[in-house]
């Protein structure tokens, strides 16, 4: 009887630390991070304002003057609406914002930093 309370004692030990590491770490690993969650992300926020500050009157809504043109321009086979789409690349934002295209004006670093701009860049081209 004395020879086997040890042995009871390691096996008992050895599935605490099983249901430890199973219960304790696998189901935390599972779990998304609370940064990766894009309400929290403040350089998100930060180049959302910034859109909703310059850009939003044109680009905002579908009925919006920026909406309207690149409506016509790729005839629906892109979204009207800027935020939608998945094919802009930061730097073709950038080059737009600073140069303009069709009637769209372009914007100085004093109305939109760079460091602005490049939250603005992210924002819409979130995936590049
Ligand atoms: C006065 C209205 C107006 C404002 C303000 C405006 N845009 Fe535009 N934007 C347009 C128009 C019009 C076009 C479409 C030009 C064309 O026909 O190619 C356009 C096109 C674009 C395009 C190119 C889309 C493409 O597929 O070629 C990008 C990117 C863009 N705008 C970003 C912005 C950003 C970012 C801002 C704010 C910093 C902004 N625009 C502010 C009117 C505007």
Known sequence: MK?????????????AFLA???????PLSTQPSPHSAPAADPAR???RKTFDKWCG??????????SLAIQRKYRGALPAVLEQ???LRPEYV??????????????????I????LALVAAYLAPSQ
Request: net charge positive.
């Open 57 to 66: 009157d044109c680009h905002g809504t579908p009925s919006g003057p920026g």
């Open 3 to 15: 020879g086997l309370r040890p042995r009871r004692g390691l096996a008992f030990a050895g599935c």
């Open 94 to 111: 950038k080059l737009v914002v600073r140069h303009g295209i069709s009637f769209m004006p372009s914007f100085r670093k004093t109305e």
């Open 85 to 87: 789409r998945s094919d």
């Open 45 to 47: 926020a930060a180049g």
């Open 113 to 116: 930093s760079d460091a602005d």
């Open 20 to 26: 430890i590491a199973l219960g304790g770490c696998v």
